[in-house]
C-alpha cells in the first residue's frame, strides 16, 4: 500500500514538472478551461439561487388565485363573484386584490401598482401579496398611506432621482393627472420584490386606472384543508365557468421554469460554453504535440511501461482539469453572490428598466457541484487517455525520430 502511495507521489510530483517545462500551452489551456468552468458554473449558481428565492417568497403567498379570464385574457372580476367563492364549502376565506400595471413613457418602465390590504375593498383581510406573483414583501414601510400619497420602491427612487416628500404626478386613464406624493420607501431587503412596486389608496387605485368600486382584479383564496385545493379549484370553475383557479404550486412551476431558463438566454449560455468545451476536449483528443510525443518516446526507451505513460497522462489531465474546475467554480461562486453577477445580470435578471439592487443568498447544493464536476472534469480526463495509449504503443525510436523531423 505504502509502495503504491510513494508511486503516485512521484507521478503527480513527474507531471507537476512536465507541466511546467510547457508553462505557455499549459497557462492557455488552463485559461480557456477556467473561463469555461466559469461561465457554467456561473449560470448554474445564478439560475438556482433565483429559484431558491422564487420558493422563499412564494411561501407566504395565497393557497390558490382566481382570475376571471374573456377572450383567454385576465379580465376584471365583479364584487358578486367573493359571495360565491365564499359559499363553497372548504373555503375558509376569499378577499378581492387590486392591483395593476402603470407604464410611465418618460421612464420606459413599467411599474406594479397595488392596493395594501388596509385600503383594499371592503372584507378584504391577509397579508400584503404583490400582485399576479403572490410574493410578500419583507415589511411594509411604517409610514400609513393617505389620500394622495404612496410607497414606491427603491426601483423607481433611482429612476426618477426622488426622494420621500417628491411629488410623483401620473397620467390617469382619462387623460387625467393623478398627483401623489412619496410617503415612505421600501427596504433594501425587498428590493428583489419591491424595486418596481407603487402602494396607494383604493381611491387613488381606481382614480388612476379608471375601474368601477363593483369590480376589483381578482381573489386570493385561503381554504381549510390544503390536500382539498384542487376539489375546491374544481367546484370554482364549475360555478363560475369564465374564472381560472391558480394554486400556489402551479405558480412555484412557472417561476422555476422562468428563472431556470430566463428568456431563453441561460439556453444560449449554457450551449455555447457546453460546444466551446467539446470544441476544446476534441482537440485534446485528436492527438499530441511533437514534444509531448517525444516526451513519451524517451520514457518508454528507458523503461517506462505503456501502463504508466497512460497513468502519467491520466494523472496530468486530473491535474488540469481539477484545478480549472475549482478555479472556475470559485470564481463563479465569487461573481454571482459577491459582484451580483455583473456579466450577465441584465440577461438573467429580467427587468427591462428597473433594475433592482440585491444580494442573492449563496443556495449551492451538491448536486449541483457533481453535475458541473462530471459535464467538465471527466470528458476532459478521459480525452487526455486516447492519444497517449496511441503514442505509448509506438516504438520509442521510431517516435522520437518522427519528432525530429
Known amino acids: 500500500m505504502w509502495r503504491w502511495i510513494e508511486r503516485q507521489q512521484h507521478l503527480v510530483g513527474f507531471t507537476l514538472s512536465s507541466l511546467l517545462r510547457r508553462k505557455g500551452k499549459t497557462l492557455g489551456l488552463l485559461g480557456l478551461y477556467v473561463l469555461i468552468v466559469f461561465v457554467l458554473a456561473s449560470v448554474t449558481f445564478f439560475a438556482r439561487a433565483l429559484q431558491r428565492e422564487a420558493a422563499l417568497l412564494l411561501a407566504h403567498s395565497p393557497e390558490m388565485v382566481v382570475q ?49 390590504p388596509a385600503h383594499a375593498v371592503p372584507g378584504t383581510a391577509g397579508e400584503a401579496e404583490r400582485p399576479g406573483v403572490g410574493e410578500t414583501p419583507a415589511a411594509l414601510p411604517s409610514a400609513a398611506i393617505g389620500a394622495g400619497t404612496a410607497v414606491v420602491g427603491n426601483g423607481i427612487v433611482r ?26 420607501t421600501f427596504s433594501a431587503a425587498s428590493e428583489l420584490v419591491s424595486s418596481d412596486l407603487i402602494l396607494v389608496t383604493e381611491a387613488d387605485f381606481r382614480r388612476l386606472f379608471g375601474i368601477d368600486t363593483a369590480y376589483v382584479t381578482d381573489v386570493a383564496v385561503t381554504v381549510r384543508n390544503p390536500a382539498e385545493l384542487r376539489v375546491i379549484a374544481s367546484k370554482i370553475s364549475r360555478q363560475l365557468p369564465d374564472t381560472r383557479p391558480i394554486t400556489r404550486a402551479e405558480i412555484l412551476r412557472t417561476y422555476e421554469s422562468i428563472f431556470n431558463w430566463r428568456g431563453g438566454m441561460i439556453v444560449v449560455i449554457f450551449v455555447a460554453a457546453i460546444l466551446a468545451f467539446v470544441i476544446f476536449a476534441w482537440d485534446r483528443a485528436s492527438g499530441l504535440s511533437a514534444e509531448e510525443r517525444r516526451e513519451i518516446g524517451i520514457l518508454k526507451a528507458i523503461g517506462w511501461e505503456t501502463a504508466d505513460v497512460i497513468h502519467l497522462k491520466l494523472w496530468e489531465g486530473a491535474v488540469l ?7 472556475g467554480v470559485i470564481l463563479a461562486y465569487v461573481h454571482v453572490f459577491f459582484t ?19 444580494r442573492l443568498v449563496p443556495a449551492v447544493g451538491a448536486e449541483q457541484i457533481a453535475a458541473l464536476f462530471f459535464l467538465t472534469v471527466v470528458p476532459y480526463t478521459v480525452a487526455t487517455i486516447v492519444p497517449s495509449w496511441r503514442a505509448a504503443t509506438i516504438d520509442p525510436d521510431t517516435a522520437m525520430r518522427n519528432t525530429a523531423e
Not at 432621482?161 to 393623478?178: E, I, N, T
Not at 445580470?345 to 433594475?355: N, V
Open 68 to 116: 376571471r379570464t374573456v377572450a383567454g385574457r385576465h379580465d376584471l372580476m365583479p364584487v358578486r363573484y367573493l359571495d360565491v367563492i365564499r359559499a363553497i364549502r372548504g373555503v375558509q376565506a376569499a378577499h378581492g386584490r387590486l392591483w395593476g400595471y402603470y407604464y410611465e413613457p418618460h421612464d420606459g418602465a413599467t411599474y406594479t401598482v397595488l392596493v395594501p
Open 159 to 184: 429612476l426618477r432621482r426622488a426622494a420621500v416628500g417628491d411629488v410623483m404626478p401620473l397620467a390617469a386613464h382619462d387623460g387625467s393627472v393623478v398627483t401623489l406624493r412619496i410617503a415612505d
Open 321 to 327: 482539469s481539477l484545478t480549472a474546475f475549482l478555479g
Open 340 to 358: 451580483g453577477a455583473l456579466v450577465f445580470e441584465a440577461a438573467l435578471k429580467g427587468w427591462s428598466t428597473l433594475y433592482p439592487r440585491f
